[in-house]
């Protein structure tokens, strides 16, 4: 089954791109770097930055004059800072420029730089008048770069972009201001993120009925992609409060579970002065040794091991999930344990855990928790968005890996310590040596005081003791990499997949190899049986898959297989065949939906009928658009990206969510059996794009089933009709004997032979969804194909099960709907009726 939508009018970044392309490209955005690096040269700070006098005289403070707002945008703190603020001009500001036009984009970055400095230093000096400790340290600082206006053009210009780089860019850009703020905490970071959100809400105000739509809900794809990337962004904010020289932020005790460095110089002078703590300076002195290459590398390979999850996540691996889920609970747990040791810890001990005495606000004090709580709370709520479980076995075999590699790694720590034992203090025992290796493991200074019990003297022993850590976690991550990476089909789905290309010849075979279904194999192991159990129903995916003969049988053996399992079996979008074969054992049937199947063998477009057909043939012609045969994995990354972005634009503008089960998408067109076929204009730009899944018969592709079919929104009428005349044409070229249009759920041809009251009852339910989904109007669509209708049956045991069943099928079709998500499901119901009362009153005053 597919879905389509009427693309809205093309988006003006579109047009915008046409007229800044050939007038020079970006004026503003080189003005800029111009402006920017003259200023660095004439006044002699290109090297080694302002002097402190010209730094309060044109930077912006809290207790500084106000031209200091957007004088502060010429000069930069030193030579690092104006080579970020060269590339920020390009990144940022020469998108705001192609989407807002260029002398938009100059007032934005204006006053975005004059506002959000304003802003941000005014929250500091607020927040410095209650007292905050934190903003009391940084209100004296003096903020200087171009950061706060280019941000706040950049945030500006989102609400030009497409619905998918919309929410990229502002999820992205968000959480990384945000965690700066939270994590380093200078007074930049602050002005910075006061820039961002003057240029959202700018956007917000400013935004115009012709922008592209907003990004409600994103496809399941994305979904994944945005979780993996909140957890990248929030692994690195520690790792940025760690690296920073003055990681002030009020969660910049966080970066102390991932990375400590090395004690100040004056730190250790005043604990180990004459009369100092003697065990405190011990602590300092071994933190200090806990320097070089083998530290260094395992002070960071935590965030590694993150970001090896969050690929994970984007690939949508249930493995990747469980990891992040243990990874955040332990991190959880240890941020507890944070939080209970600086509650507990003395004034005087606070050096010795990495925070500075009375520079620590109240908001820190539950940072550690906080925040792998709130990633963790994320994980929880979006599990059922990463459904590619690993091969059976897989996590076994991961298990036993890591642990025997773990095993070798202890053994050749005590057997070489062993051997080095004169260079530890205390010539260690092997026992010791074994008690030693899990601190080994911990980054440098983990929670400040937890040390290893045995001190390396001499070279060799600290070499020992620097990289066993190291090689233990490289082992974890190698092992953990081959984990969430995906792999070709196992066990199940192996086995299904090999019966689904010899007998898989129905409109929905091939659907029993989408993740997401369980499979249930006859006794014999001829036959399967793709379903999927919610709410206490076993749903399935169309009929059977296997031999003629063996179908009826397995239908019989399946349905009393579900109830001895205490399920309700429902067999779903099924032929005559499957219904006949339970015909005589009480079940009902209610005909769900029609197939639309188009013979070849003697199709050719002529006669009146096909008049709309041709005509779409004839206009892709001569508008010069193309059709281009793709599978997803040979794509070049662009056309990708391309079919991503106008797949997202789609779905915004429906502003619903994205449905499954027998509705496939960007997830299902990654099968390489799977073909795509493209409508490209001259220009090379994707216009619209359907996919087709092959029905087998032994080994060979008798039929090709529409599925995916999506227009973009700056495509000429058409586009679809185009691509599924030119698919089936190809496809008969081929010796193809049928192309299936697949059905429209909901929606019933005026001859469907079935007009029970339950029938009646589902296309009342079809009108009412109308206005949203249309799949009614999907029907009309493929009338123009002039196929040949045959009905798709739901089955079940009797009418007493219907409620039951159709929650689960509307679980099934979409699975992550919130109760917010169906109370907006059912506003755009009724404001699709209200619109559609008008246009009849409309038409019947016009008559």
């Known amino acids: 089954m597919s879905t389509h939508v009427t693309s809205p009018p093309a988006h003006p970044g579109e047009r915008l791109r046409v007229q800044v392309g050939p007038v020079g490209g970006f004026p503003v955005t080189a003005a800029a770097l111009l402006v920017l690096l003259g200023t660095a040269l004439v006044t002699g700070t290109l090297v080694s930055g302002p002097a402190p006098a010209l730094t309060h005289a044109v930077g912006a403070a809290a207790s500084g004059p106000a031209h200091g707002l957007l004088t502060s945008a010429l000069w930069c703190a030193g030579p690092g800072s104006l080579a970020v603020a060269a590339v920020a001009v390009v990144v940022l500001l020469g998108p705001a420029e192609r989407w807002l036009g260029s002398w938009p984009a100059l007032g934005?970055?204006?006053?975005?730089?004059?506002?959000?400095?304003?802003?941000?230093?005014?929250?500091?000096?607020?927040?410095?008048?209650?007292?905050?400790?934190?903003?009391?340290?940084?209100?004296?600082?003096v903020v200087l770069g171009p950061f706060s206006g280019l941000l706040a053009a950049a945030g500006l210009a989102t609400a030009r972009m497409p619905a998918l780089w919309r929410r990229r860019v502002r999820l992205l850009l968000s959480i990384s201001l945000t965690a700066l703020v939270l994590y380093s905490g200078t007074a930049g970071d602050v002005a910075r993120l006061a820039g961002w959100l003057v240029g959202l809400a700018a956007g917000a105000l400013l935004r115009r009925p012709q922008d592209g739509p907003a990004a409600s809900y994103p496809s399941r794809r994305e979904g994944r992609a945005l979780v993996a990337l909140v957890l990248a962004v929030t692994a690195l904010g520690p790792l940025a409060a760690a690296l920073s020289r003055t990681?002030?932020?009020?969660?910049?005790?966080?970066?102390?579970?991932?990375?400590?460095?090395?004690?100040?110089?004056?730190?250790?002078?005043?604990?180990?002065?004459?009369?100092?703590?003697?065990?405190?300076?011990?602590?300092?002195?071994?933190?200090?040794?806990?320097?070089?290459?083998?530290?260094?590398?395992?002070?960071?390979?935590?965030?590694?091991?993150?970001?090896?999850?969050?690929?994970?996540?984007?690939?949508?691996?249930?493995?990747?999930?469980?990891?992040?889920?243990?990874?955040?609970?332990?991190?959880?747990?240890?941020?507890?344990?944070?939080?209970?040791?600086?509650?507990?810890?003395?004034?005087?001990?606070?050096?010795?855990?990495?925070?500075?005495?009375?520079?620590?606000?109240?908001?820190?004090?539950?940072?550690?928790?906080?925040?792998?709580?709130?990633?963790?709370?994320?994980?929880?709520?979006?599990?059922?968005?990463?459904p590619v479980r690993a091969a059976p076995g897989t996590a076994r075999r991961w298990v036993l890996a890591a642990a025997a590699g773990t095993a070798v790694l202890a053994a050749g720590y005590v057997g070489v310590g062993w051997l080095l034992r004169a260079q530890f203090a205390g010539a260690p025992s092997p026992l010791a040596l074994l008690a030693d290796l899990p601190v080994r493991m911990l980054p440098p200074g983990y929670l400040g005081e937890v040390l290893a019990p045995l001190v390396p003297l001499h070279d060799g022993a600290r070499l020992l003791a620097d990289w066993t850590g190291v090689a233990a976690w490289t082992l974890l991550l190698v092992t953990a990499v081959r984990l969430v990476r995906p792999g070709a089909p196992r066990g199940d789905a192996l086995r299904a997949r090999a019966l689904v290309d010899r007998h898989g010849d129905g409109p929905l075979s091939f659907m029993a190899t989408w993740i997401g279904n369980r499979h249930w194999f006859s006794p014999d192991a001829a036959v399967v049986v793709a379903y999927r159990v919610l709410g206490g129903v076993a749903i399935t995916t169309g009929d059977p898959v296997g031999p003629p003969a063996a179908r009826g049988t397995a239908v019989r053996a399946f349905t009393a297989w579900c109830e001895d399992h205490g399920?309700?079996?429902?067999?779903?979008?099924?032929?005559?065949?499957?219904?006949?074969?339970?015909?005589?054992?009480?079940?009902?049937?209610?005909?769900?939906?029609?197939?639309?199947?188009?013979?070849?063998?003697?199709?050719?477009?002529?006669?009146?009928?096909?008049?709309?057909?041709?005509?779409?043939?004839?206009?892709?012609?001569?508008?010069?658009?193309?059709?281009?045969?793709?599978?997803?994995?040979?794509?070049?990354?662009?056309?990708?990206?391309?079919?991503?972005?106008?797949?997202?634009?789609?779905?915004?503008?429906?502003?619903?969510?994205?449905?499954?089960?027998?509705?496939?998408?960007?997830?299902?067109?990654?099968?390489?059996?799977?073909?795509?076929?493209?409508?490209?204009?001259?220009?090379?730009?994707?216009?619209?794009?359907?996919?087709?899944?092959?029905?087998?018969?032994?080994?060979?592709?008798?039929?090709?089933?529409?599925?995916?079919?999506?227009?973009?929104?700056?495509?000429?009428?058409?586009?679809?009709?185009?691509?599924?005349?030119?698919?089936?044409?190809?496809?008969?070229?081929?010796?193809?004997?049928?192309?299936?249009?697949?059905?429209?759920?909901?929606?019933?041809?005026?001859?469907?032979?079935?007009?029970g009251a339950v029938t009646r009852l589902l296309e009342l339910a079809g009108r009412t969804m109308e206005p949203v989904y249309g799949f009614r109007s999907l029907l009309a669509f493929k009338a123009k194909f002039q196929p040949r209708y045959r009905p798709l049956w739901l089955v079940y045991p009797g009418t007493a099960d219907l409620p039951r069943i159709a929650r689960a099928v509307s679980r099934a079709y979409l699975p992550h709907v919130t109760p917010v998500q169906a109370a907006r499901l059912a506003v755009a119901l009724a404001r699709g009726h209200r619109s559609r009362r008008g246009s009849r009153h409309e038409l019947a005053r016009s008559a």
């Open 247 to 386: 990681p002030d932020g009020p969660w910049a005790v966080v970066s102390h579970l991932f990375v400590a460095g090395a004690p100040h110089r004056d730190q250790l002078r005043a604990v180990c002065a004459p009369g100092g703590d003697v065990a405190d300076c011990r602590v300092l002195e071994a933190r200090a040794r806990l320097t070089g290459h083998g530290p260094a590398l395992l002070s960071i390979l935590p965030v590694v091991l993150q970001l090896v999850l969050a690929e994970g996540l984007r690939r949508g691996r249930r493995a990747a999930w469980v990891g992040a889920v243990v990874l955040g609970a332990v991190l959880t747990t240890v941020g507890g344990l944070v939080v209970a040791t600086v509650l507990r810890a003395p004034a005087e001990e606070l050096p010795l855990l990495g925070v500075r005495p009375g520079s620590l606000p109240a908001v820190s004090l539950v940072a550690p928790l906080v925040a792998p709580l709130a990633v963790l709370v994320l994980l929880l709520l979006t599990r059922d968005r990463f």
């Open 567 to 755: 399920w309700t079996p429902c067999w779903y979008a099924v032929t005559d065949e499957v219904a006949g074969a339970l015909a005589g054992t009480g079940a009902r049937q209610v005909q769900v939906a029609a197939e639309t199947w188009l013979p070849l063998g003697d199709l050719a477009f002529t006669g009146r009928r096909w008049q709309d057909v041709r005509t779409a043939l004839n206009r892709a012609r001569r508008e010069g658009i193309d059709a281009r045969w793709v599978t997803w994995s040979q794509a070049p990354l662009g056309l990708r990206e391309q079919l991503v972005r106008l797949s997202e634009e789609w779905l915004a503008a429906k502003g619903l969510p994205e449905m499954g089960f027998t509705l496939g998408g960007l997830d299902e067109l990654a099968d390489d059996d799977v073909r795509c076929l493209l409508a490209v204009d001259a220009a090379g730009r994707v216009l619209g794009v359907t996919s087709w899944l092959p029905a087998h018969r032994d080994g060979r592709p008798v039929g090709w089933t529409l599925d995916v079919m999506r227009r973009g929104r700056n495509a000429p009428a058409g586009v679809v009709e185009f691509l599924i005349a030119t698919a089936a044409l190809a496809f008969q070229a081929e010796g193809t004997q049928f192309v299936s249009l697949s059905g429209a759920p909901l929606a019933l041809p005026a001859e469907a032979a079935d007009r």
């Open 108 to 141: 934005a970055v204006v006053a975005g730089q004059v506002l959000g400095n304003a802003a941000g230093l005014a929250v500091i000096a607020v927040l410095a008048g209650a007292g905050d400790a934190w903003a009391r340290e940084i209100a004296p600082t």
